[in-house]
């Protein structure tokens, strides 16, 4: 085989993947551009959590520990408290509530076994995931950063439809 | 035990066991395994939670085997499809009324309830219809209650009344609404948890422990009771470095005393990590000045100097502290200067007695099953509750003959076969009569009783096959006590026990560690420098004058009188931080150990004294390592002799220290002075007739159960509060008068 | 012959940041001019400890670990993890679950052949495929991240089934995944197979016998690739297998080109076993009746004390698994993933261990690039596809 047939075939070869190349162009955008554009998400993504409250504003959160039993990582610390005073002027649903409540970001691993192991579906996964943070110790955060009331969404994020397509995403809806 | 064995066939495996056995017994400890509630070994039958139901060849029904005892050529079947139906109904009947509280309720992760339906449950729930529904409410300022969640087993109700002879606890109302509560819904017994111990689920409640954690974030560490002399086993709960609560499960711990507590034991735990513990070494630079926060090198300088210049050291120990520490003063007595004097701090001194000991001491486990017990004198059910739990059973349960021999009425002079009610302080002259006859009708006299009294205790005491112990209180002096030591010597024909009832947790501890001893008072007054480790008593602070002193160094936990009068406070470890042993009144040396780091600066007490005598240039052999300084205490003491830590591992079987036996001892001349102290008593005398009130010693507020806000309550009268839904400590000020509203919120924001 | 040429051999350190080395992987080349004398693989950077940390997880929580073994295919590692619990529970999984686990495992397995196909394109010098691989991952991370909540970490599968069923529009999802993915197989063939440049990169280079292939124990593709036909699928089938219709693609040539036409032919067939699944994706409970394993029913656990009690004591002590020993091989897009695992009877692993395929593939690399040429080492380390995740564990 000749050196200048090799060139050829060679060449033949880049030019046919410089075609499929060149032809994604007139086509429409697959990246994006995040973060002047939000992302989105699925329904059951696993962000942030959120500490829920009912329908009176109560933390529904009983501190029964369960969810830093199942936790992997043991990223979860709480400090369970009495508060035998009646409901109207508890902080809590029961008249067991958590004091502290404390999830490490720095541990946590986001695989949502105590979401599933919570009784009393107080605490979700929500769908901030822009924890980065400067400082190491704020990877703490505390009930204040969790409860729903008090957590400051993201706007960095869009939540798919279960009607959408999966690339849905990446066109224009 | 010579018992008759018998052959058993269970599940088609054939078992000799011995006859007349519970057959519940015998299934599970050949590893069958069925599930009980009301059954709990040692308490009266009760066969009223189905759970245990086996077949038996030839019995028409199924059987609860708990109340089945083992008969020869029984055939029993444990498990078949007929079994399980029956045990899954009866779960179905628990749950049906359960309230689903798992997540709140403090009892979830180590519930019997959980366990027992987890194992043998896939109950189908057919019951839809809303459930009762009551608000968990508070029986007593540490007991809390969920009517709601009982299953009626009564286990809390018969340890109530067999074990504490209190009946405070009792099931009410009839049928399906049967609840367990107490008359008054107010709880007046001695608070002891019990109950709360026993409890399968979630009914009873730790007032002390509410909401705090859960059993699987704890460690639990095995130590001792730092209380009474009894020398429980007990498991401490802790977490991050704090004691959450004490308990005495039998998963975790089998010491002697099973799953008693007291409540000092069970529930005054909060000094450990109270606030006002003193955080650095203090240093009074100058007298009449103020107690400086200092590092751990300046103080000991400080002090090492100050008992240098000194012209005579003295060093006072407390029966509080573990052998270590006593040893270890002993040693800084003998070894850091010539002539330094030392003591023990106790109510009771016990040197007499041990110089005369004549018969093994008794354990807890002989008292149990003794034949005849004779208590002379002590206040067992306040001061030792563990001996008047295992002596009401024994009267109980097992038949004994109980003499009892005191100048003030008790619970357990209900239970008496024979109670002599003596007149106050007159104690003594029962000893005397024991040890010499002639003397007995003097003493009768003495004591305000008939001599027949005294002839029939003699009887029932010559009459006895099986065990018979004596015990005696604090209020027999050193020759009564010598006298008293001597008693099995005069009976060797039979199986006599002693069983002092000594002060505090290692009062019979540091008497062994502290041979030759002297007076607290004779050392306070003879030395310039003085070391104590622990508090003197308020007699002894008294009598003391230690702000005259050129010097007082002392180790403590709290500012307490004496601390505040000292030169230089050490901090010091409390039984929750430090490893160490106490020697209990069975002569059991059992294990302290560390559950939490020391808090703030404290160190353990032998530290601190072998740091200030290394400054002072003598070298122990040991400076951090406890069971070096066991060794040392092995090497240096008879009793102890080859015992390591290692060997006292095990607290199912405790170890016992060999305390030197003098028979035939010469205590003629003991029993003459005791009877010139006898005659000189009065001869008439007003008798106490009133019975103390339950609780009186045991919920005192001391330097150490004051840190337990619900003593306060207690010891203030335990007032009822107007809505039993709300903790009492919201609405009452720790002196007993009810809050302000204005006060109980601020309390509870 | 080594000695004599030992003036002009230079050893150099490839790695452990080399681009091309697929994470923290070293290799020591010793070199002569620019062919490869020897070839010593260094591991153990990325070793985080995993099969120890097992020890002291419950059961359940041992899925999450899995995980992040292998990073690419962490369906695969969950499959092979909860089957070997499974086994030792002796407990039955609904059709509904094996199904759906067939199902995930293969677009898992799609998703990782595109990540080494667009890696080991990109190690030889194209740079597109790699986008274009991606897009397609992308595709099937959000179709994982659908179901699970998690997009390389989903911890999907457990022990007894699935964490959750499919969220609802998942079918049409798959289906129009398929639909668009044979276009773009077209693409790769084009770009890739088609390139003259590629095949001479490729074909010839890092060879390895049957035999050899077979002494190393190497698995997967690297096997197949090698003339060996042997995919546990087939031949030790598990979760269904044995009923899915699909081939097992086998190459003769026993270089980097054989490995790579395994890996393509395999995304045809995979596409076909998705396909298939989801023809007989049937309404059913994805939960195994164990209920002293699986978590009960939320909506039963909220009304009823029975299901709060096991819910509860589930997630506080985790379950017992009876003592004993099994080793659960799987089929992962590597090769052969085999989990053995201890059990005292006790709700902890007395020990799991893992045989990754990875870390066998890998051993048989200075076999294959003794004698190449330096530049050729990166297209065999690409051609081996592996994870040094599941390499250092």
Redesign the interface.
């Known amino acids: 085989m000749s050196v200048i047939s090799e060139v050829l075939r060679s060449a033949k070869a880049v030019i046919s993947g410089m075609k499929t190349t060149i032809s994604q162009i007139p086509k429409e955008k697959w990246t994006v551009q995040y973060p002047d554009v939000p992302v989105t998400v699925q329904p059951r993504y696993r962000g942030q959590h959120l500490l829920h409250v009912d329908e009176m504003g109560k933390e529904k959160c009983v501190a029964c520990y369960l969810c830093a039993a199942a936790c992997p990582s043991d990223c979860i610390y709480i400090e369970a408290e009495d508060d035998p005073r009646p409901y109207e002027d508890r902080i809590g649903r029961d008249e067991r509530y958590a004091k502290v409540y404390n999830i490490d970001y720095g541990r946590c691993i986001f695989c949502g076994y105590c979401v599933e192991a919570c009784p009393k579906d107080a605490i979700t996964h929500g769908y901030n995931f822009e924890l980065s943070v400067y400082n190491r110790a704020d990877l703490l955060k505390t009930k204040d950063d969790l409860l729903i009331t008090k957590q400051k969404q993201s706007d960095k994020y869009r939540v798919a439809l279960s009607s959408e397509d999966v690339d849905s995403e990446f066109k224009e809806v | 035990m010579a018992e008759e064995l018998i052959k058993v066939t269970i599940d088609g495996q054939e078992f000799e066991v011995e006859k007349g056995r519970p057959l519940i017994d015998v299934i599970n400890e050949k590893g069958f395994g069925v599930p009980s509630f009301c059954y709990y070994a040692d308490l009266e039958l009760q066969a009223s939670c189905r759970m245990c139901l086996v077949r038996i060849e030839k019995m028409p029904k199924l059987q609860a085997s708990c109340v089945i005892r083992c008969t020869d050529g029984m055939e029993v079947t444990t498990k078949s499809e007929e079994i399980e139906k029956a045990q899954r109904a009866m ?1 179905e009947f628990l ?1 049906a009324n ?3 509280d ?3 309720c403090d009892r ?2 180590e519930c019997e ?3 027992v ?2 194992d043998w ?3 189908e ?1 057919r019951f ?1 219809e809303p459930k009762n529904a009551h608000p ?1 409410k508070f029986l007593s300022p540490i007991v809390a209650n969920d009517q709601q969640r009982c299953i009626l087993c009564k286990r809390c109700t018969r340890v109530c009344h067999e074990w504490m002879g209190e009946d405070a606890i009792e099931a009410g109302n009839r049928g399906s609404n049967t609840v367990i509560g107490t008359y008054g819904g107010w709880l007046n017994c001695s608070q002891c948890g019990n109950c709360i111990e026993v409890c399968p689920t979630g009914t009873l409640l730790d007032g002390v422990y ?5 059993p ?2 704890l460690d639990q560490t095995i130590t001792t009771c730092t209380y009474c002399s009894d020398g429980c086993q007990l498991s401490v709960g802790s977490r991050a470095d704090e004691v959450h609560r004490i308990v005495a499960r039998d998963r975790y711990v089998n010491g002697i005393n099973g799953e008693f507590l007291c409540i000092k034991g069970r529930f005054a735990h909060g000094f450990v990590n109270h606030g006002d513990r003193i955080k650095t070494p203090l240093i009074r630079y100058k007298k009449g000045g103020k107690l400086i926060p200092s590092t751990w090198d300046d103080a000991i300088a400080f002090a090492a100097e100050r008992i240098k210049e000194s012209k005579k050291a003295g060093v006072v120990a407390t029966s509080r502290l573990t052998n270590e520490t006593v040893h270890t003063l002993k040693r800084f007595a003998d070894e850091c200067r010539d002539g330094t004097s030392y003591a023990v701090s106790d109510t009771y001194d016990l040197a007499p007695f041990f110089e005369n000991l004549s018969a093994p001491l008794c354990t807890h486990k002989e008292i149990r099953f003794a034949e005849t017990i004779v208590v002379i004198g002590g206040d067992v059910d306040e001061e030792q509750p563990l001996t008047a739990k295992q002596i009401r059973q024994a009267v109980r349960n097992g038949g004994a003959n109980l003499i009892l021999v005191n100048d003030t009425p008790s619970r357990l002079s209900h239970q008496a076969s024979q109670f002599i009610h003596v007149n106050p302080g007159t104690v003594e002259a029962f000893v005397l009569a024991l040890a010499d006859p002639s003397a007995a009708d003097m003493a009768a006299a003495k004591m305000g009783i008939g001599r027949a009294e005294i002839d029939k205790a003699r009887e029932t005491a010559n009459a006895t096959k099986g065990d018979l112990i004596i015990m005696f209180g604090k209020e027999l002096g050193a020759e009564a006590q010598a006298v008293a030591a001597n008693l099995p010597s005069r009976h060797e024909n039979r199986n006599v026990k002693l069983h002092p009832l000594a002060g505090y947790c290692n009062s019979v501890g540091a008497s062994d560690m502290m041979p030759g001893r002297k007076p607290v008072a004779d050392v306070v007054a003879g030395s310039d420098a003085l070391l104590i480790a622990g508090s003197l008593s308020d007699e002894e602070f008294a009598a003391a004058d230690l702000a005259s002193k050129p010097f007082v160094a002392v180790q403590e936990l709290f500012l307490t009188d004496t601390a505040a009068a000292a030169d230089v406070v050490f901090p010091a470890a409390s039984f929750a931080e430090s490893d160490g042993t106490y020697t209990n009144n069975d002569g059991f040396v059992q294990r302290v150990r560390r559950a939490i780091d020391p808090v703030h600066q404290a160190k353990p007490d032998w530290m601190i004294t072998s740091l200030l005598a290394s400054e002072l240039g003598a070298d122990f052999g040991y400076s951090f390592s406890a069971s070096a300084v066991f060794r040392s205490i092995a090497e240096s003491h008879e009793a102890y002799e080859g015992l390591r830590y290692p060997d006292l591992k095990d607290e199912t079987r405790p170890v016992r220290v060999k305390h030197k036996l003098v028979s035939g001892a010469d205590v003629s001349g003991a029993v003459a002075s005791l009877r010139d102290r006898v005659s000189q008593f009065p001869d008439a005398a007003d008798k106490i007739t009133e019975e103390p009130r339950v609780g009186h010693k045991l919920h005192r507020v001391t330097t150490m159960t004051g840190k337990t806000p619900q003593f306060h309550l207690l010891a203030n009268g335990n007032p009822k509060p107007d809505d039993l ?3 009492p400590l ?1 609405q009452f000020n720790p002196d007993g008068s009810p809050k302000k509203e204005e006060e109980s919120e601020v309390a ?1 924001g | 012959m080594m000695d004599e040429s030992l003036d002009s051999q230079m050893t150099i350190s490839m790695g452990p940041q080399h681009p091309s080395t697929h994470g923290v992987l070293r290799l020591e080349l010793v070199l002569d001019g620019e062919v490869v004398v020897k070839a010593k693989p260094d591991i153990g950077y990325l070793h985080t400890g995993m099969e120890k940390l097992f020890e002291y997880k419950k059961y359940q929580q041992g899925i999450v670990i899995t995980d992040r073994m292998d990073y690419l295919n962490p369906l695969g590692n969950n499959l092979a993890y909860v089957m070997a619990a499974e086994k030792l529970l002796q407990i039955e999984i609904p059709p509904r679950a094996q199904i759906i686990r067939v199902l995930m495992c293969e677009l898992q397995r799609i998703a990782s052949h595109m990540v080494w196909l667009g890696t080991h394109a990109l190690d030889i010098g194209a740079m597109s495929p790699f986008f274009f691989c991606f897009r397609q991952r992308e595709k099937i991370l959000n179709l994982i991240e659908a179901a699970s909540g998690g997009r390389m970490t989903p911890s999907y599968f457990r022990i007894g089934g699935l964490m959750m069923d499919l969220p609802a529009g998942f079918e049409r999802r798959v289906k129009q995944f398929l639909e668009d993915f044979p276009a773009a197989m077209d693409q790769f063939e084009t770009l890739v197979s088609g390139n003259t440049i590629w095949q001479s990169r490729t074909k010839e280079i890092g060879y390895i016998s049957k035999e050899d292939a077979i002494d190393w124990g190497l698995t997967g593709p690297c096997l197949r690739g090698s003339g060996v036909e042997l995919d546990l699928r087939r031949h030790n089938p598990y979760t269904g297998y044995e009923t899915y219709d699909f081939e097992i693609p086998v190459e003769n040539d026993g270089d980097v080109w054989a490995r790579f036409r395994v890996r393509m032919r395999e995304l045809y067939e995979s596409a076909k076993i998705v396909r298939q699944a989801l023809e007989r994706l049937k309404p059913g409970p994805t939960k195994a009746d164990a209920p002293k394993v699986v978590l009960p029913d939320r909506d039963d656990m909220r009304k009823h004390m029975d299901s709060l009690i096991h819910h509860f004591l589930i997630v506080a002590e985790g379950f017992n698994v009876p003592e004993g020993e099994v080793y659960m091989p799987i089929e992962a897009s590597k090769g052969e993933l085999g989990v053995y695992m201890k059990s005292n009877g006790g709700p902890k692993p007395e020990r799991v261990h893992f045989r990754g395929p990875s870390f066998v593939n890998l051993s048989a690399l200075p076999d294959m690039s003794e004698g190449e040429l330096i530049a050729d080492v990166v297209a065999i380390i690409g051609s081996l596809d592996i994870v040094l995740g599941e390499i250092d564990r």
């Open positions: 779960g749950l359960h309230p689903l798992c997540p709140v979830g992760g309830l959980q366990e339906i987890f449950g896939d109950v729930e839809d968990e509410r909401h705090e954690t859960r699987w974030e839904l709300v903790s919201f509870a």
